[in-house]
């Protein structure tokens, strides 16, 4: 059971390069996210999927689309990088039963965009 | 919208002695409210959480917070930290699940990093 898994772990890019962060739960659950996170600001919702099929944007979709490929995986991408792209990015899912789910953090990707 | 403020964004403290990390919110709703841990190139762990019932909640490693509903805080204690408690504590708030979304976002503070010092 690795719970929340992100790929890759770090990244360099240049300006107006493309990549995809990629983000895989084995814990069944229905709601994924897409977080940021930049020194003094907390996280940052970029975006999420309540269940499969389904997206919708956070406080920072600016400059990302979303892809919710299956019930396990969640990938984030950057069209076209730009500086202030760079961030740590997490990803996290939560269960939709009871009032609350806890949501399971990944490790991170550490992205610089020059 | 909702908001957290956490006052402080580095807190130094001793080994052994005791710690309070701040967290005040702002809400037109029900929230829920959430304490969590990050340690040095890692992701986000939970440390505890408030749904209802009882304002004193207590948490992993003997981390406690209490619930002021009049004064919207929920802070974070600690009797005696340990060299291992070094890290870096974010306050989160999750009101009511939308309705036509069923999301569950929570709204993140800044983080207080925490640093214990032998």
């Known amino acids: 059971n690795a719970g929340v898994t992100q790929t890759p772990k770090f990244q360099v890019l240049k300006t107006g390069q493309s990549m995809t962060l990629q983000c895989a739960q084995d814990?069944?659950?229905?709601?994924m996210y897409w977080y940021r996170q930049d020194p003094g600001m907390g996280l940052r919702l970029i975006y999420y999927s309540a269940s499969e099929g389904t997206t919708d944007k956070g406080e920072v979709p600016n400059g990302y689309n979303v892809s919710r490929l299956n019930k396990r995986e969640f990938s984030l991408r950057l069209e076209s990088a730009a500086p202030s792209q760079t961030s740590v990015y997490f990803c996290a899912s939560s269960g939709t039963s009871g009032r609350f789910s806890e949501q399971f953090f990944g490790p991170g990707t550490r992205l610089t965009v020059l | 919208a909702q908001s957290v403020t956490q006052l402080d964004s580095q807190v130094p403290v001793f080994e052994e002695a005791p710690v309070e990390l701040r967290c005040n919110y702002s809400s037109s709703v029900s929230v829920y409210l959430f304490w969590y841990v990050q340690y040095p190139n890692q992701g986000l762990q939970l440390l505890l959480k408030y749904l209802s019932g009882s304002t004193l909640v207590k948490g992993i490693n003997g981390f406690e917070a209490e619930f002021n509903k009049s004064q919207t805080s929920f802070h974070l204690r600690k009797p005696s930290v340990h060299i291992s408690d070094t890290a870096e504590y974010f306050c989160?708030?999750?009101?009511?699940?939308?309705?036509?979304?069923?999301?569950?976002?929570?709204?993140f503070g800044s983080g207080t990093r925490l640093q214990v010092q032998p």
């Open positions: 989160a708030v999750s009101d009511q699940v939308a309705k036509d979304t069923g999301r569950r976002a929570l709204t």
């Open positions: 814990m069944n659950h229905n709601s």
